[in-house]
């Protein structure tokens, strides 16, 4: 059973750091593209990050350019997200998701190439990000 697990979210200041993690089970990431997405309270689910375990590839929406970092890997099967430099407005629910494929799926929104969440076949449960002082 395809299975994926967050955990690492917390309570941080601003300009705090917090390293996320996506713990695949049940398939193996060469052929899957890991994606995470946030969704904060009253706000639309929005896409933050994905790689390609396969050969690297990597897609970061521009608000975390620079300061999020995602890497693979593939022996133990996970995926992490490195957050820097957060501000309060990072703050949100991460979720990692999943789709069986080589290229991260992408759509058009408000005139800028963003993660497709509606492409991406499973989801963990969640983790929470909170930035505060």
């Known amino acids: 059973q395809l299975q994926l697990e967050e955990s690492g979210g917390g309570l941080v200041q601003p300009g705090g750091s917090l390293k996320l993690s996506c713990a695949a089970s049940?398939?193996?990431?060469?052929?899957?593209?890991i994606a995470w997405f946030r969704q904060a309270p009253g706000k639309e689910r929005e896409g933050v990050s994905c790689i390609r375990t396969s050969d690297g590839g990597t897609y970061y929406t521009n608000s975390v350019k620079g300061r999020f970092t995602i890497s693979g890997d593939s022996a133990k099967n996970t995926v992490l997200l490195q957050m820097n430099s957060l501000k309060p407005e990072d703050a949100a629910a991460y979720y990692c998701?999943?789709?069986?494929?080589?290229?991260?799926?992408?759509?058009?929104?408000?005139?800028?190439?963003?993660?497709?969440?509606?492409?991406?076949?499973?989801w963990g449960k969640g983790t929470l990000v909170t930035v505060s002082s």
């Open positions: 049940g398939f193996s990431l060469d052929d899957y593209v």
């Open positions: 998701a999943t789709l069986r494929s080589d290229q991260c799926p992408t759509t058009v929104k408000g005139g800028m190439i963003q993660l497709n969440p509606d492409e991406m076949e499973y």
